[in-house]
Each structure stands twice: as C-alpha cells, then as structure tokens.
C-alpha cells in the first residue's frame, strides 16, 4: 500500500504563492508504480468513500451538492465549480481549488519520473484582518481544528491514492 508523507510545499507550484503570505500550508506526497495522470488522481480524491463523507455534509450545510460525474468533468477540465470549491488554477499537472468563502485552497500536483508517479495533495488557509485591530490571523476555529485538518489532509491522500492502485 501507498505510503504518504508530509513534505514541503514545492517552490515553482500553483499552491506556492500561499507559503509567502501568513497563510498556513501543507503538503502531502506519495509514489505509485505507473503514470498516473492528474485526472486520474482528481478523480480518485473525489470519488474515494472518506471524500463523499465531507460530500454529503456540504450538500446539506452549505447547500452544495456534488456526485462523481461532476468529480469526473472537474477531473477532465470541463467543469471549473466542484461541491464548495472553484477552480482557481490548472496546469497539466496541477489543479487548484478556493473554497466558496476564499479562505482555503486544495491542491493537487502530479510528477513523473521514470516509471513512477508522484501525487501531491496540499490546503492554504488564507488568515482574516480582523476589523477591529488591523491584525491578521487564521482564526482560533482552524487553530483548534489543525490537528484534525492534518490528519484528514493525510487520509484523503492516503485513499485516493489507494483507489489507483485498486482501480
């Protein structure tokens, strides 16, 4: 099985730009055998039995419905709106998505090398100015929560790249 492995967010991807602006991020990578494209591994993330837990949740609490013909079109580019997110970048390798509220990203990256394939899955949590004293944070909601965001991040890696190899 798929080993998955906290790693540095790499400098030249789409995600990057979030390691220079007080927003927490992270990053996820693990290797399968084969290549493996980013479609393949959109879809995988989305479809996977621990993604269409988080699925059923935003369809009744923020009215935002998604299934895996939607995952799929999001997987191919031909859909730009997925469940809570918006595409907010793509490369051939890389997917970006941003949150409906713009306060976190998803992110997916792919690399090859010789017969192996590298996914990536990282988030960024933009911080809030708060009005009163012009500071910014995060937010003490995220900070309560990031040990739970961390290990869901690993999980959801952990599946979807589990669902490849099964596949």
Same mark, same amino acid.
């Given at each position: 099985?798929?080993?998955?492995?906290?790693?540095?967010?790499? @400098?030249?991807?789409?995600?990057?730009?979030? %390691?220079?602006?007080?927003?927490?991020?992270?990053?996820? =990578? $693990? !290797?399968?055998?084969?290549?493996?494209?980013?479609?393949?591994?959109?879809?995988?993330?989305?479809?996977?039995?621990?993604?269409?837990?988080?699925?059923?949740?935003?369809?009744?609490?923020?009215?935002?419905?998604?299934?895996?013909?939607?995952? @799929?079109?999001?997987?191919?580019?031909?859909? %730009?709106?997925?469940?809570?997110?918006?595409?907010?970048? =793509? $490369? !051939?390798?890389?997917?970006?998505?941003?949150?409906?509220?713009?306060?976190?990203?998803?992110?997916?990256?792919?690399?090859?090398?010789?017969?192996?394939?590298?996914?990536?899955?990282?988030?960024?949590?933009?911080?809030?100015?708060?009005?009163?004293?012009?500071?910014?944070?995060?937010?003490?909601?995220?900070?309560?929560?990031?040990?739970?965001?961390?290990?869901?991040?690993?999980?959801?890696?952990?599946?979807?790249?589990?669902?490849?190899?099964?596949?």
């Amino acid at each position: 099985m798929p080993s998955v492995k906290k790693c540095v967010v790499p @400098q030249n991807s789409l995600l990057a730009a979030y %390691t220079r602006d007080g927003s927490y991020t992270d990053c996820y =990578r $693990t !290797e399968l055998t084969g290549h493996i494209l980013l479609p393949a591994f959109v879809k995988a993330f989305y479809t996977n039995w621990l993604f269409k837990l988080e699925a059923f949740i935003l369809k009744y609490t923020v009215k935002r419905p998604s299934n895996d013909m939607e995952a @799929q079109e999001l997987a191919e580019g031909t859909r %730009t709106k997925f469940a809570a997110w918006d595409m907010e970048g =793509r $490369t !051939e390798n890389e997917l970006l998505m941003c949150d409906m509220m713009r306060r976190t990203r998803s992110w997916f990256m792919v690399t090859h090398e010789n017969e192996r394939t590298q996914l990536y899955f990282g988030s960024a949590v933009v911080p809030v100015r708060n009005q009163k004293t012009g500071k910014s944070s995060l937010g003490f909601l995220f900070l309560i929560l990031l040990g739970f965001h961390q290990l869901y991040s690993y999980l959801l890696l952990y599946f979807a790249s589990r669902s490849i190899v099964n596949s």
